[in-house]
């Protein structure tokens, strides 16, 4: 690959607008009003922001499926109203649909063949993709009876059939419970380790704080703030420390340190705390396979 292909940003959007007009009488709805962004090669970008913030409208210009009002998006370098931009894209959209009638396997075959993959390629690399999402047994198992994070899994792994340089997911774990929300995120981290460039969109902010590199928060389809997640999330004024088997007496030593600095501030002690979602998923990995014992 050349020095140029490694510099070109994998996404480009400059001053995107995008209205959508409304009927006879009515205003005209502002989706997106002059956002601009860059996502760089190998990083996971996420776009978060509450319901209606502009997030899926922008990702949507992105792929090429809306045309901007104003302002022009690139992959790669190649502008999004080209057709040959999305040759290395994988995209899962928040509700992906899949024939009820084909099992797994099936299912990314199809898909194979709309990517002019075939052949004993296109079957390993099907195998391949249901093991890496998890789907080996589900394989021969009809969609229809499928649960959400099965196929939002099959969504992924259908995303990838023609090995992109870039991933786009929209809302990939809405719906999702804890257990499959994990492994999804797990996938997604995967994808960061292979040089795989991510855009995901959320408004789940904790899983965006896991994955991404970098994000931006979208509000009223307006970029309010952008940066590294480490950098956002710092309190600059404050300092934590995390002390283990700390006594009593030790504890009180440090209160006075504090007191006596006179510009320091204790702010909070006591115990850290987990979240509901690591203590959920803690608690139904170490339950056992099975809870069915014969009767004594």
Same mark, same amino acid.
């Given at each position: 690959?050349?020095?140029?292909?490694?510099?070109?940003?994998?996404?480009?959007?400059?001053?995107?607008?995008?209205?959508?007009? *409304?009927?006879? /009488?009515?205003?005209?709805?502002?989706?997106?009003?002059?956002?601009?962004?860059?996502?760089?090669? /190998?990083?996971?970008? /996420?776009?978060?922001?509450?319901?209606?913030?502009?997030?899926?409208?922008?990702? @949507?210009?992105?792929? /090429?499926?809306?045309?901007?009002?104003?302002?022009?998006?690139?992959?790669?370098?190649?502008?999004?109203?080209?057709?040959?931009?999305?040759?290395?894209?994988?995209?899962?959209?928040?509700?992906?649909?899949?024939?009820?009638?084909?099992?797994?396997?099936?299912?990314?075959?199809?898909?194979?063949?709309?990517?002019?993959?075939?052949? @004993?390629?296109?079957?390993?690399?099907?195998?391949?993709?249901?093991?890496?999402?998890?789907?080996?047994? *589900? *394989?021969?198992?009809?969609?229809?009876?499928?649960?959400?994070?099965?196929?939002?899994?099959?969504?992924?792994?259908?995303?990838?059939?023609?090995?992109?340089?870039?991933?786009?997911?929209?809302?990939?774990?809405?719906?999702?419970?804890?257990?499959?929300?994990?492994?999804?995120?797990?996938?997604?981290?995967?994808? @960061?380790?292979?040089?795989?460039?991510?855009?995901?969109?959320?408004?789940?902010?904790?899983? %965006?704080?896991?994955?991404?590199?970098?994000?931006?928060?979208?509000?009223?389809?307006?970029? %309010?703030?952008?940066?590294?997640?480490?950098?956002?999330?710092?309190?600059?004024?404050?300092?934590?420390?995390?002390?283990?088997? *700390?006594?009593?007496?030790?504890?009180?030593?440090?209160?006075?340190?504090?007191? @006596?600095?006179?510009?320091?501030?204790?702010?909070?002690?006591?115990?850290?705390?987990?979240?509901?979602?690591?203590?959920?998923?803690?608690?139904?990995?170490?339950?056992?396979?099975?809870?069915?014992?014969?009767?004594?």
């Amino acid at each position: 690959m050349s020095d140029a292909a490694t510099t070109t940003p994998a996404v480009t959007v400059e001053n995107l607008s995008k209205v959508f007009k *409304a009927g006879l /009488g009515k205003k005209a709805f502002v989706a997106v009003h002059d956002l601009s962004l860059q996502v760089q090669p /190998g990083e996971v970008y /996420g776009l978060i922001g509450p319901n209606g913030s502009g997030k899926s409208t922008t990702m @949507k210009a992105i792929l /090429g499926l809306l045309a901007p009002t104003r302002g022009k998006t690139t992959i790669f370098g190649q502008s999004s109203t080209e057709v040959s931009s999305r040759c290395e894209v994988g995209f899962l959209p928040e509700n992906p649909y899949f024939y009820k009638h084909l099992n797994g396997l099936e299912t990314l075959l199809f898909y194979g063949r709309l990517c002019s993959m075939s052949g @004993k390629a296109l079957k390993d690399r099907a195998r391949e993709l249901l093991a890496l999402t998890d789907l080996e047994d *589900a *394989a021969t198992r009809r969609v229809s009876g499928y649960s959400k994070g099965m196929l939002q899994r099959l969504g992924l792994a259908q995303a990838l059939l023609n090995r992109p340089r870039l991933v786009v997911l929209d809302e990939p774990t809405a719906g999702v419970d804890p257990s499959g929300s994990r492994k999804i995120r797990d996938l997604v981290l995967g994808f @960061k380790e292979q040089g795989i460039t991510v855009l995901v969109t959320s408004h789940l902010l904790e899983q %965006m704080q896991e994955v991404c590199d970098r994000v931006g928060i979208m509000a009223h389809g307006k970029m %309010m703030r952008e940066g590294r997640v480490d950098e956002l999330i710092a309190v600059e004024n404050q300092t934590e420390l995390l002390l283990s088997d *700390a006594s009593p007496e030790l504890l009180a030593q440090i209160t006075q340190l504090v007191e @006596k600095n006179g510009t320091a501030k204790l702010i909070s002690s006591g115990h850290p705390r987990t979240t509901l979602e690591r203590l959920f998923l803690e608690a139904t990995e170490e339950a056992p396979k099975s809870v069915n014992t014969p009767a004594k």
